[in-house]
């Protein structure tokens, strides 16, 4: 969604994300590797919990444009429900994707714009879960480091991307509020 300034911090700080971050799993990184072969996201390992079901292989019974649970969103739900009660209280939406998206040590996403059908409609929303100062984040001109727990929402309409400097993998929340 277009945003005044390239990004903004949402006025909060989330409950601490130290328990949510200890519960992630690498095997959970590897239940389901689409996304990681998405685009420029090869350097990515992600955990879906809610998505479009476009993104569901076809004959699975879903709409194409449906957003959808996945397995792990019985595992994740309770830091998830805490986190959508509190962006209710700074953002009107009527639904959500779910995604939490690593990225390894010294790589970077690739420049791009969001072009779905729903980044057009959604607020673009990060929490970092596990980050260091190494791990930076380009939204047009602005560079800056995504502190640990707290929101942020960017212009994903502007050109983003991201390197991790830092020896660890990096991990965000990453969630898209879709307002209509």
């Not at 903004?8 to 959970?28: I, Q, Y």
């Not at 590797?33 to 479009?52: A, F, P, T, V």
């Not at 939406?93 to 990225?103: E, Q, S």
């Not at 960017?154 to 307002?179: K, Q, Y």
Request: net charge negative; with cysteine.
């Amino acid at each position: 969604m277009r945003l005044e300034t390239p990004y903004k911090v949402v006025s909060m700080a989330v409950a601490d994300v130290s328990d949510f971050a200890a519960a992630l799993t690498e095997e959970d990184f590897n239940l389901d590797k689409r996304r990681n072969g998405m685009g420029n996201l090869e350097h990515c390992h992600s955990i879906m919990l809610r998505y479009s079901g476009s993104y569901v292989a076809s004959g699975e019974g879903r709409p194409r444009d449906a957003l959808t649970d996945f397995p792990l969103m019985g595992k994740y739900r309770k830091y998830i429900d805490p986190v959508i009660a509190e962006l209710k209280l700074h953002y009107s939406f009527v639904d959500y994707v779910a995604v939490i998206a690593g990225l390894h040590p010294s790589c970077h996403i690739g420049a791009h714009r969001d072009r779905s059908d729903m980044s057009w409609v959604c607020h673009k929303i990060h929490i970092p879960l596990i980050t260091t100062p190494a791990c930076l984040y380009t939204v047009g001109e602005a560079t800056w480091h995504m502190e640990k727990g707290l929101v942020y929402e960017i212009d994903n309409d502007r050109v983003h991307t991201c390197f991790n400097g830092g020896e660890a993998n990096r991990v965000h929340l990453i969630m898209s509020l879709c307002t209509q």
